[in-house]
């Protein structure tokens, strides 16, 4: 399986957040009677919440991030399936200018923790960083 390196000289850089426990992908959008995709009511009002979170929190935090980054959720438990929460912050990430484009996340780790809402935090590495996969070698092969 391989493995995100950074090499040596690198500056990497840790953001943090606190938001609202994210909505399921299954809550995102609906389907309108003209057959296009809106935002439901829910997320919308997550999104706004987010927003006004997030803007508040980045103060004095280095952003925009550009470039491949490490993604760690810690949500508050509650109903529905665990990986459906992530779509909803990536988002969000992404609107709010935090990072360029949730495709470039190298590693998602998500968990159910005892946290209040949803606890972000983001790892990445500055332009001009030299990032190289490692195949990780299984000492039983």
């Not at 390196?5 to 426990?21: D, H, Q």
């Not at 995102?28 to 997550?46: I, P, V």
């Not at 004095?60 to 760690?72: A, C, E, I, N």
């Not at 912050?89 to 159910?112: K, N, P």
């Amino acid at each position: 399986m391989p493995r995100l390196v950074r090499c040596a000289g690198g500056s990497g850089v840790v953001i943090t957040f606190r938001l609202p426990r994210p909505p399921s992908v299954n809550n995102l959008f609906f389907t309108t009677k003209r057959g296009s995709r809106a935002r439901t009511d829910r997320y919308q009002r997550w999104r706004n919440e987010a927003h006004q979170l997030i803007m508040v929190q980045r103060v004095g935090q280095p952003w925009p991030l550009v470039g491949r980054y490490t993604l760690s959720l810690v949500i508050e438990r509650g109903r529905g399936d665990l990986g459906n929460c992530e779509k909803a912050v990536s988002d969000a990430l992404v609107y709010m200018g935090i990072v360029a484009d949730d495709s470039l996340a190298e590693e998602i780790h998500l968990r159910w923790g005892a946290v209040e809402g949803c606890a972000v935090e983001i790892e990445a590495w500055r332009a001009g960083d030299v990032l190289e996969r490692q195949e990780s070698v299984d000492a039983g092969a």
